[in-house]
T-cell receptor, first 117, second 114 residues
Framework: AQSVTQLDSHVSVSEGTPVLLRCNYS??????LFWYVQHPNKGLQLLLKYTSAATLVKGINGFEAEFKKSETSFHLTKPSAHMSDAAEYFC???????????????WGLGTSLAVNP | KAGVTQTPRYLIKTRGQQVTLSCSPI?????VSWYQQTPGQGLQFLFEYFSETQRNKGNFPGRFSGRQFSNSRSEMNVSTLELGDSALYLC?????????????FGPGTRLTVL
């Protein structure tokens, strides 16, 4: 069965320091993986996605993630945190091969990122 | 292009009532998915519609139902509301339903059940 584990429920960094949000997954197939961000009182926005092309994926706002099949990980990183990065981040795995090729999305519980001045 | 819109944005109901939420997808998108978001449970998938047909369903009771119209707009209905139904209900639209496709989310409807 598929699953997604976001290893930290809360991460706190200082402005200008690196960000690392960790995500491990399990999947029986070749999954697609996504990171979404949710700012307070705003909708979910796609940061980046991996769909079996390059293993290092660059997203918006300077974020990137690396797909590591051997470690079943898809950690999100950013070299230098900005105050505006404070938000909730969700890792999502999408498996193919369900009836009629309909996707099944599994969402992590989220990591709350705080950025201190 | 206009984004995904959801109406109403906020709703207050009492136990036992029923509620209907509406979602208008991005123009050209034929898939609409619904999620329930609560602090304790995170995002829980409700169901997905594509071309007016329910393609996928999560593990929610039959009180939760949905439909999609020919213009791809979707509604979800919750009957006999319970306190535990208080949540942010999110709608997402996409072009297709395969695993590589990106979903675009609306701002959500905040439902409070008293």
């Amino acid at each position: 069965a598929q699953s997604v584990t976001q290893l930290d429920s809360h991460v706190s960094v200082s402005e200008g320091t690196p960000v690392l949000l960790r995500c491990n997954y399990s999947s029986s197939y070749s999954p697609s993986l996504f990171w979404y961000v949710q700012h307070p009182n705003k909708g979910l926005q796609l940061l980046l996605k991996y769909t079996s092309a390059a293993t290092l994926v660059k997203g918006i706002n300077g974020f990137e993630a690396e797909f590591k099949k051997s470690e079943t990980s898809f950690h999100l990183t950013k070299p230098s945190a900005h105050m505006s990065d404070a938000a909730e981040y969700f890792c999502v795995v999408s498996d193919p091969a369900y009836a009629g090729n309909n996707r099944k999305l599994i969402w992590g519980l989220g990591t709350s990122l705080a950025v201190n001045p | 292009k206009a984004g995904v819109t959801q109406t109403p944005r906020y709703l207050i109901k009492t136990r036992g009532q029923q509620v209907t939420l509406s979602c208008s997808p991005i123009s050209g998108h034929r898939s609409v998915s619904w999620y329930q978001q609560t602090p304790g449970q995170g995002l829980q998938f409700l169901f997905e519609y594509f071309s007016e047909t329910q393609r996928n369903k999560g593990n929610f009771p039959g009180r939760f139902s949905g439909r999609q119209f020919s213009n791809s707009r979707s509604e979800m209905n919750v009957s006999t509301l319970e306190l535990g139904d208080s949540a942010l209900y999110l709608c997402a639209s996409s072009l297709r339903t395969d695993s590589t496709d990106t979903q675009y989310f609306g701002p959500g409807t905040r439902l409070t059940v008293l």
